[in-house]
C-alpha cells in the first residue's frame, strides 16, 4: 500500500503548489505583501479549516444518524470483525438517510474514522456482500486517503471560487481595462480544471486499492464484484432528483450512482444466469476476456470520481483471496 500514499502525497503537493501559487499573485497584486511565510500560513489556515469541518459537512449532507450496538446488531458485527482484521479502531457507525444504495466513509484520522450506510443499501445487499462493501471502506480509512481526498478537495473549490471572484465580482475599471483582475481570474479557473483533473485521478487509485484491502480482509472477489453490480443497479432505478441529493459528495460512495445508467448495460452482461450477482465463473471468464474502451468511456472516466467500471471488476478478477 506505500505506493498508494506516496502517489497521494505526491499529488497534495502538486496542489499545494496551485494554491500557493494562486495566493502568491493574489497578494503580490492586490496587498502587495512578498514574504513567503505568510502565503504559507494563508494555505495552511485554508487546509486546516477544510480538515476541521469536513466531517460535519458531510454529516448534515448525507443526514447521518450514528447508532448504538443495540440499533443494528448484524452491521456492528460487521464492522468490529474487519476492523479487527485491519488492525484499526472500531469506527463510528451510522446510517444515512438517503434512499441511494451505496456506503461511505470520512474522518480526520483513523482514530476519528466513521463507516456509513445508506438507508437504501441494507435491504439490497446479502451479508457477504455487505461484508465486502464495508471491506472496502474500512480500508479507505486504514490506508488514511479519506483524510487525503478531503485535503485535496478543498484546493479546486477555492481555485473555483477564485475564479469566479475575480472574473465576475473584480474592479470595474480593471476589467474594462483587460488588466490583473481578469488574467488572474483566468489563471484560477485554469488552475481550477487542473487540479480538478489531479483529484479525481487521486480518488480513482484510492477506488482500486481500497477493493484490493477488503479482498485482503477476507471478503470474496465475487462478493465485492456482486455488490458493486447491485449497486448500480440499485442507482440505475433511482429518479435523477435523488441522484442529484448526493452529486456533491459522490466521491465518498463505493460507485458514482451518477453513472448507474450507464453502466447497468455493460454489467449485465457479465451476469450471465440473470441471477442478479456475479459468482465466481462468471467472474473467471472476465479475467480471460480483454476490456477496450472507446473515446467516450475514456473521456468519461477521466472526469469521474470513480474508475470504469468494467475495468475495475475485471481487476477483482485477477485478485485471489
Not at 171 to 199: K, M, P, Q, S
Not at 246 to 253: I, M, P, R, T, Y
Not at 254 to 272: F, G, T, Y
Request: charged share 20%.
Amino acid at each position: 500500500m506505500w505506493s498508494l500514499q506516496l502517489r497521494m502525497w505526491l499529488l497534495l503537493t502538486i496542489l499545494f503548489g496551485f494554491i500557493y501559487a494562486v495566493i502568491v499573485v493574489i497578494g503580490k497584486t492586490f496587498l502587495h505583501v512578498g514574504d513567503f511565510s505568510f502565503y504559507l500560513i494563508i494555505s495552511l489556515v485554508l487546509m486546516l479549516i477544510q480538515y476541521m469541518i469536513g466531517p460535519k459537512i458531510v454529516e448534515w449532507a448525507m443526514q447521518v444518524k450514528y447508532l448504538k450496538k443495540q440499533d443494528n446488531p448484524r452491521l456492528f458485527q460487521m464492522v468490529e470483525s474487519l476492523a479487527m482484521r485491519a488492525n484499526i479502531p472500531v469506527p463510528k457507525i451510522g446510517i444515512a438517510q438517503i434512499e441511494i444504495p451505496n456506503a461511505f466513509a470520512f474522518g480526520r484520522s483513523i482514530g476519528d474514522g466513521r463507516v456509513c450506510v445508506t438507508r437504501g443499501i441494507l435491504n439490497l445487499l446479502s451479508d457477504e456482500e455487505l461484508r465486502a462493501v464495508l471491506g472496502h471502506e474500512l480500508t479507505h480509512l486504514k490506508n488514511r486517503d479519506v483524510l487525503t481526498i478531503t485535503l485535496l478537495s478543498v484546493i479546486p473549490m477555492i481555485m473555483y471560487r477564485i475564479a469566479w471572484q475575480f472574473l465576475f465580482f473584480g474592479r470595474r475599471d480593471d476589467r474594462r481595462e483587460g488588466g490583473n483582475t481578469v488574467l488572474i481570474g483566468l489563471a484560477a479557473f485554469a488552475f481550477y480544471f487542473i487540479t480538478n483533473l489531479l483529484v479525481l485521478y487521486a480518488s480513482r487509485i484510492r477506488e482500486y486499492f481500497a477493493d484490493r484491502g477488503s479482498i485482503a480482509l477476507g471478503n470474496q472477489p465475487s462478493a465485492l464484484a456482486s455488490s458493486l453490480y447491485k449497486l448500480v443497479y440499485g442507482s440505475a432505478r433511482m429518479s435523477p432528483e435523488a441522484l442529484k441529493e448526493s452529486e456533491g459528495l459522490k466521491a465518498f460512495f463505493v460507485n458514482d450512482p451518477s453513472q448507474a445508467r450507464n453502466e447497468i448495460k455493460e454489467l449485465s452482461q457479465l451476469d450471465l444466469d440473470r441471477s442478479g450477482t456475479i459468482d465466481p465463473s462468471e467472474l473467471l471468464l472476465l479475467k480471460n476476456k480483454n476490456i477496450r474502451l472507446g473515446l467516450g468511456d475514456k473521456l468519461m472516466e477521466l472526469l469521474s470520481t470513480h474508475p470504469n467500471m468494467l475495468k475495475r471488476i475485471k481487476k477483482l478478477s485477477e485478485y485471489k483471496n
